[in-house]
Nanobody, 115 residues
Framework: VQLVESGGGLVQAGGSLRLSCAAA????????MSWVRQAPGKGLELVAS????????QYTDSVKGRFTISRDNDKNIVTLQMTSLEAEDTAVYYC?????????RGQGTQVTVSA
């Protein structure tokens, strides 16, 4: 399993970022995928999940209406579009295999939101 995240960076509060995760080493279109994050000093938090056909998505309450998870099964990519970013969104973001936060993760990409 290979998961490589990209797209993180430093952004001002209210701004937007688009994270991408390139997947390899497994049958991408047969599994759900998730984005999870870990803020400094905190545990791993499930942000969003998407099923294998992109017909069902789920979000943690704090990002509903601001974040959108999507996937391209032809390109083996899962994305997280983040808008109206808040300082509380500052974290390392990981894509994860499966529905939930327990699956294999990539190396992560840092998102820092300045107030």
């Amino acid at each position: 399993v290979q998961l490589v995240e990209s797209g993180g960076g430093l952004v001002q509060a209210g701004g937007s970022l688009r994270l991408s995760c390139a997947a390899a080493g497994f049958t991408f279109n047969s599994v759900s995928m998730s984005w999870v994050r870990q803020a400094p000093g905190k545990g791993l938090e499930l942000v969003a999940s998407i099923d294998k056909t992109a017909t069902k998505m789920q979000y943690t309450d704090s990002v509903k209406g601001r974040f959108t998870i999507s996937r391209d099964n032809d390109k083996n990519i899962v994305t997280l579009q983040m808008t109206s970013l808040e300082a509380e969104d500052t974290a390392v973001y990981y894509c994860a295999l499966g529905w939930g936060k327990q699956g294999s993760r990539g190396q992560g990409t840092q998102v820092t939101v300045s107030a």
